[in-house]
């Protein structure tokens, strides 16, 4: 009996590692440095209703600064959900109420695609898009080779194999 659990929990923690190290990657950050020198500006278009760059991309650990100044109306920088979408993230980037004047500073750590809305131009669009490095990880479906589902299949085999193992090692007993 203690020799099966020895080997059920071998095999647990086998088919858990690779999940455990997989969450340790490091987490990209976006962080609010007011005080940090600006890579990049991101500005109001001349149409007014648009950032400039709407789509800008930059590298790992740089501070982009949202600046305009005496605008004729007030935009805010506030982090979305998705891109082109206009949802706040719960918890996200907030340059807080709309102005017409703004100085607005991040800096990104780690890759990272960064969405963002002007709130109180949602309606007409007034979104964009900040890219640091290689952007989000996109799970990107691979090639179909037939070989696919075969990938799956051993962490699967695993969990069987340890109900088996358990189940035949309590058998016995209840026999007994
Ligand atoms: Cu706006």
């Not at 999940?19 to 990209?28: M, R």
Request: hydrophobic letters at 40%; proline letters at 6%; aromatic letters at 4%.
């Amino acid at each position: 009996m203690r020799t099966a659990l020895a080997l059920v929990t071998m095999l647990c923690l086998l088919t858990l590692a690779p999940a455990a190290l997989a969450e340790d990657d490091v987490q990209p950050t976006a962080v609010v440095t007011p005080e940090a020198a600006c890579d990049h500006v991101v500005r109001i278009a001349p149409s007014g209703i648009k950032f400039s760059p709407a789509s800008l991309e930059v590298a790992d650990g740089d501070t982009v600064c949202w600046q305009w100044t005496n605008e004729s109306m007030a935009h805010n920088v506030v982090e979305t959900t998705e891109e082109g979408g206009t949802t706040p993230a719960e918890g996200g980037i907030d340059s807080g109420e709309a102005n017409t004047t703004m100085d607005f500073r991040v800096t990104f750590t780690g890759d990272q695609t960064f969405t963002y809305v002007c709130e109180p131009h949602a309606s007409s669009g007034m979104v964009a898009t900040v890219t640091v490095g290689e952007g989000d990880a996109v799970d990107e479906p691979e090639a179909t080779t037939g070989d696919d589902e075969g990938e799956d299949t051993p962490g699967f085999a695993a969990i069987t194999a340890v109900v088996a193992l358990a189940g035949a090692a309590l058998m016995p007993r209840r026999r007994a």
